[in-house]
């Protein structure tokens, strides 16, 4: 079974910047595309960013757009979400996923392997 550990998480200020990341195991990691979900305290899990199996296309929530991006490193079989001018409601658990196939997603519903989350707080 495909695992999903992400890393990265933490405490910044608001305006600051983190950077997430997601390793997979096994071999298959370039026949998935990515996504990155959040969920903040109180609220449904949201999607946040998208990117196909190869890397060419991405999407963003509207909330994100501008101030984050989603990359990935096939060989390293690792997928980043840069995140920039942090805003304090972007506190949330961040969730890295899976989905086989080509194209990315944005519903929850979509994706097939998930990792345990990882912390981010923005302080005012």
């Known amino acids: 079974q495909v695992q999903l550990v992400e890393s990265g998480g933490g405490l910044v200020q608001a305006g600051g910047s983190l950077r997430l990341s997601c390793a997979a195991s096994?071999?298959?990691?370039?026949?998935?595309?990515m996504g990155w979900f959040r969920q903040a305290p109180g609220k449904e899990r949201e999607f946040a960013a998208a990117?196909?199996?190869?890397?060419?296309?991405?999407y963003y929530t509207d909330s994100v757009k501008g101030r984050f991006t989603i990359s990935r490193d096939n060989a390293k079989n690792t997928v980043y979400l840069q995140m920039n001018s942090l805003k304090p409601e972007d506190t949330a658990v961040y969730y890295c996923?899976?989905?086989?196939?080509?194209?990315?997603?944005?519903?929850?519903?979509?994706?097939?392997?998930w990792g345990q989350g990882t912390q981010v707080t923005v302080s005012s």
């Open positions: 990117i196909s199996r190869g890397g060419g296309t991405t």
């Open positions: 996923a899976a989905r086989r196939g080509i194209l990315a997603a944005a519903t929850s519903a979509e994706y097939d392997y």
């Open positions: 096994g071999r298959t990691f370039s026949t998935y595309a």
